[in-house]
Every structure is written in structure tokens, then in C-alpha cells.
């Protein structure tokens, strides 16, 4: 899709061009590191893809984008840390390279400049509006991840609980990112909701698969280590759904020691643990909730006061966030 | 002073009606548990007195104090993980009380907080205002925290360099709570200006005082364990001056294993310590120094456009805060 791939490098751009700098610089180092090793910049993207709807001026729009970026950057550095996750991106985790207290405070100085750099908005209305929708959604991605580590220690996490975690944690800012995208180029009200709502469920349409490509994507393609999640005996959609109706056989799985088992012992487990997602239905249970909030996601741009050339966009990003690739 | 108690005792009972709530509470608790033990409260009552001087209407100026509360203490849990510090105020620290991934995550939700507090603002280009006050003095803060990290390995550290930490990791905040707090209530530019520079010449002579006192104090009144400075090889203010005239000597003691060496052994090294204070006459010169930002602070006082009751409750303010008590 050309527009993503023009949104993608304009913001590559402007991130280079606006990489933090301050005294002393070894605060920033970190901050810039993190921005700099890559991703897939969908919330951004997402940013630009809904201020272009509404008007081609892009300049408040890339600041949007990048307060989004920056606020999904900072939760990647402290989630890290909170996680004791080695790599990030294929690379050294942040708190590995720096260290944990300089992470944790560059992590900081990160959350103050999502604010900071939606203070450039020159409507002042405006900008306080944005500060105030990011406020919340950062509250609420707080609360995800808080639920998130609550779950390590409970015994049952019923699927709705699940729902609520991945929503907080990861969805709601995609489904910011559209709305403030939008209203700063003047969407009307319901169209900056319906973009939000359709952020939040294609957010967790993502999640969802993401869980499932974990166990059962192709490991050519995925770009992380399939079976990774059981491995790390993680409460992923697919292990509650199983749950549900191989209680025993599962929890027999996830408590065995794995530190001292081999490469093949690891590759059977994973195997075995795999079929029981399957004999469960839990795979295909899995695949069909995450069908119903993508095509949620679809009723949204259905329900915008918008042209069919702008709703095949929101379309063709869709398809390009739930193909993971573009 | 009977209005600082009076904002003491009004403020303690607007934080203790404004816990943080939400889901899952244990997000809040640690919030709420550092919040809740105690402090002078110094800087929310600044933000008081600063309100007060221009109107007697408080609601607003409450908000404004209790953001300021709120930055404070969320810079206290993180800290207090940087620095491996086990208590808080005598009691344990909140990352010890709840383990260092909640604390960060609190942290966080409490950084979050400060600016949702701000947007309670009636006036919402005030509100805008104060948030670009808050946004740009917490990365100040964070600044001043990272020299201080980075001073532990630094074989040199000038003297301006100590003052400009001790300016951004604590004494802006004092400052931009008085001026904050004047701000919402109509203060002309000018005064809202000298208040902020009183408060940061203010807080420098305190926290000088601070290092005085660690090794100087009075056991009965410090409240912390005299001569914590020097176990913990802090580089304070004396330690600086000191070094400029008897470099080898301090430098051997500096050098000391002390992790072995018992109650006696360690009361006998604070003392031959302070006694190279007093030699090379570091401790007359902090002396000296904090009583020029002293006079700096009282100095912004007479410029004011207020009257003289006005001017004498600042000066009061002043006097107990260098006192370390009302």
C-alpha cells in the first residue's frame, strides 16, 4: 500500500530528526536507542493515516505521531524491565545496554516528552485536548500491564479478564492513535470515536494473533522464536481457552521444569503443548475471536462519515496490520 | 507559623481524600502508601502560600499542590530503586514494601497522575500553562537525577556542577510549586518569575543545609543517621570543598572497605572524616554557600509586588523551612 509506505518513511524521517537531546546526553541515549532500532511503526502510522483523513496538512499530525511513538517507546523500556526480557527487537533490551537504573530514568524523561511534544500543537485547545486523551490512555495501558503481572499469580484468569488486559495494555493506544490523528485535523466527534473503536478492536484482532503466531506461526516469517510463549509458560489466549477443557494434562505442561531440558526436549514440549491447543479447539476458538474483532474493527470504518476512497484506505491498512507486514 | 499549619493540615486532608483509586487497585497502593507516609510537605504547602499571596480562593491551588505532591513522590519511588535505598522516611522503601516491577509501574501511573491532576483546572489555558511548567521542570528533574548517577563515577566533579544537580533534581520543584501556585491565582509575570527563582535559591541553601547536616547535625533532631553521607561515600558538598585542599588523605578514606568494619570502627571513621571537614574548612564554606543562596532567596522577596504581611509570611516560610521545622 503506497500511502502506508510514504506515511512509514516520512516518520522514519522525522524521528531522525528529532531525536532527543539534553544535558547530560547519557539520559537520552537510551530513549534514542530504543526509537532507533526499528519496529513496525504501526501506531504512528496509524497517527497520519487519520489526521490524512480528514486534511492533507501533515505537520501537527507528525507530532501526534511521534508523542505516540515516544509513549509506546517508554512502556517498551520499562515493560522490559518489569518483564526481565533479554532482547527487544531482535536486539539488546534497553536496561541491558544502560543498565536498569539509566532505563528506568530515560524511561521517565520518555513519558514527560509524550506530553511535552503535544505542547508544540500551536491550537492550545487543541493540544490540551490531545494531552488529556493521552493522559488517560496512559493511565489505562498502566492498568494492562499491572493486570498483565497480575495474572503470573492467578490461578484462573477467566477470557474477559484477558480481553480487558490486552485491550488496556495494547489496543487503546492504537485506537488513540487514530483519534488524535484525527482531531487534529478537525474530524467531527463520532468519526474521532469510530476511529478509536476501530483502533481498540483491530488492536486486539493483533493481540490475539500474536498469541496464536507464537505457537503456530511460520517460523520463517514471524520473526520471533515460535513457541516462545509456552516455553515461558506465558497465560496466552490459546492456554486459557485450553484450559477451559483440559484442565489437568495443561497444568501437569506448564509445571514442569524446562531450565535443564535440551533443545529436542524443548521442541516436544512445545509440540505436545500444541496439541493440546488443538484437541481443545482452543486454536480454532482463538482464530474465530480474533475473526469477530477484526470484522468489528470493519463495521467501524463501515459507520464513517467518510468517502469510499478514504474507507478503502482504513481497509488496506487493516489488512496490512493483521498480515504483519507492508 | 499558624498559616503554614493551617495549609499542613488542609492539604494532609485533601490527599487523604484523594487516594488513587482504579482497577486493579494494587497499581495505587504503593502510590498511595508513599503518599501516605508522611513528609513536610514542603513544596504542596509553597504552592499554597504561593496561591494565597494573590487571592483567597484555594480550590484550584490545591490541585496545583497536589500534582506537585504526587511528581515529588513518584520521583521518590524511582529513585529509590536507582539508588538501591532501602527506606523512605524511616520506613520501607516502596519498591522493598512491594516489590521493584509494581514500584516502577506505580511510578509510572503516578507520573501519569500529575499531569491528570493539572487537567482538574478550571481554566483550561491556566491548566495548558501549568502543565508546560510541570512537563518542563520534571525534565529538569530527571536531568538533575542522572548527574547525580553519573557523579558516583566521576573522578571530578566542580562545584557549579553540584549546584546545577541539586538545582534540577530537587530545587526547581520548590520553585515551580510557588510559582505554579501563584500562577492560578492571577499573579502578575513578573512576581510569578521571583517566586520561582525564590524557590529555587531556596531550595539550594536547603539542600546544602541537608549535606551540613548529614555529618554536622544533632542526632536527636536529624532524623536520619548522622554521618550516612560519609559511609555511603557520597559526594556532597563537603566532600567537594574538601577535596580541593586535601585530596590524597580524603581520597584514602574515601578508598576504605567498610563493609567489615563494626559500629566502632565506623563511628571512628565519621569522625576522622568530619575532622578533615573541618581542617580544610569545607564545612565553613558550605556554610557560607548556603547562606549566600539564602540571601539569594530572601532577596527575590523584597522585589515582589506585594505588601509587607505578604512579604513577611514568605519570610517566615523561609525561616522554618531552613529550620526543618513548623
Same mark, same amino acid.
Given at each position: *500500500?503506497?500511502?502506508?509506505? /510514504?506515511?512509514? /518513511?516520512?516518520?522514519?524521517?522525522?524521528?531522525?530528526?528529532?531525536?532527543?537531546?539534553?544535558?547530560?546526553?547519557?539520559?537520552y541515549d537510551p530513549a534514542n536507542y530504543?526509537?532507533?532500532?526499528?519496529?513496525?511503526?504501526?501506531?504512528? !502510522?496509524?497517527?497520519?493515516?487519520?489526521?490524512?483523513?480528514?486534511?492533507?496538512? *501533515?505537520?501537527?499530525?507528525? +507530532?501526534?505521531?511521534?508523542? !505516540?511513538? *515516544?509513549f509506546h517507546n517508554f512502556s517498551l523500556v520499562h515493560d522490559d524491565i518489569m518483564d526481565e526480557a533479554d532482547k527487544r527487537r531482535a536486539k539488546e533490551a534497553t536496561? +541491558?545496554?544502560?543498565? +536498569?537504573?539509566?532505563?528506568?530514568?530515560?524511561?521517565?524523561?520518555?513519558?514527560?516528552?509524550?506530553?511535552?511534544i503535544l505542547q508544540k500543537i500551536s491550537n492550545q485547545s487543541v493540544s490540551f485536548n490531545l494531552q488529556k486523551i493521552m493522559a488517560d490512555i496512559a493511565k489505562l495501558v498502566?492498568?494492562?500491564q499491572q493486570m498483565d503481572m497480575n495474572f503470573e499469580t492467578q490461578s484462573e484468569v477467566p477470557i474477559l479478564d484477558y480481553i480487558t488486559m490486552i485491550k488496556n495494555k495494547t489496543a487503546v493506544l492504537l485506537g488513540a492513535a487514530f483519534k488524535m490523528g484525527a482531531i487534529i485535523n478537525g474530524a467531527p466527534e463520532k468519526d474521532a470515536q469510530l476511529l478509536f473503536d476501530y483502533g481498540v478492536n483491530l488492536g486486539i484482532a493483533f493481540q490475539i494473533d500474536d498469541d496464536i503466531l507464537d505457537s503456530f506461526g511460520d517460523p520463517e516469517t514471524f520473526g520471533k522464536k515460535v513457541g516462545g510463549d509456552i516455553i515461558q509458560k506465558k497465560k496466552t489466549i490459546l492456554y486459557l481457552l485450553a484450559l477451559k477443557k483440559e484442565k489437568k494434562k495443561l497444568l501437569d505442561y506448564?509445571?514442569?521444569?524446562?531450565?535443564?531440558?535440551?533443545?529436542?526436549?524443548?521442541?516436544?514440549?512445545?509440540?505436545?503443548?500444541?496439541? +493440546?491447543?488443538?484437541?481443545?479447539?482452543?486454536?480454532?476458538?482463538?482464530?474465530?475471536?480474533?475473526?469477530?474483532?477484526a470484522q468489528k474493527a470493519m463495521n467501524c470504518i463501515k459507520?464513517?462519515?467518510?468517502?469510499?476512497?478514504?474507507k478503502l484506505e482504513l481497509?488496506?491498512?487493516h489488512e496490512l496490520v493483521l498480515k504483519r507486514s507492508y
Open positions: *500500500m503506497e500511502l502506508v509506505g /510514504k506515511f512509514y /518513511k516520512q516518520f522514519c524521517e522525522y524521528l531522525e530528526n528529532h531525536a532527543l537531546v539534553g544535558d547530560p546526553q547519557n539520559l530504543i526509537l532507533g532500532i526499528g519496529g513496525k511503526r504501526f501506531r504512528p !502510522i496509524a497517527a497520519l493515516l487519520g489526521s490524512h483523513l480528514y486534511d492533507s496538512n *501533515m505537520d501537527d499530525a507528525l +507530532i501526534v505521531a511521534h508523542s !505516540i511513538e *515516544m536496561h +541491558i545496554k544502560y543498565g +536498569i537504573p539509566t532505563a528506568i530514568l530515560a524511561g521517565d524523561v520518555m513519558l514527560v516528552e509524550v506530553f511535552r498502566c492498568e494492562g506448564y509445571a514442569k521444569e524446562l531450565d535443564n531440558v535440551t533443545g529436542k526436549g524443548i521442541a516436544q514440549h512445545v509440540e505436545e503443548v500444541k496439541s +493440546i491447543f488443538i484437541e481443545t479447539e482452543a486454536l480454532s476458538s482463538a482464530k474465530t475471536l480474533g475473526k469477530e474483532f459507520e464513517l462519515n467518510l468517502n469510499e476512497k478514504s481497509q488496506q491498512f
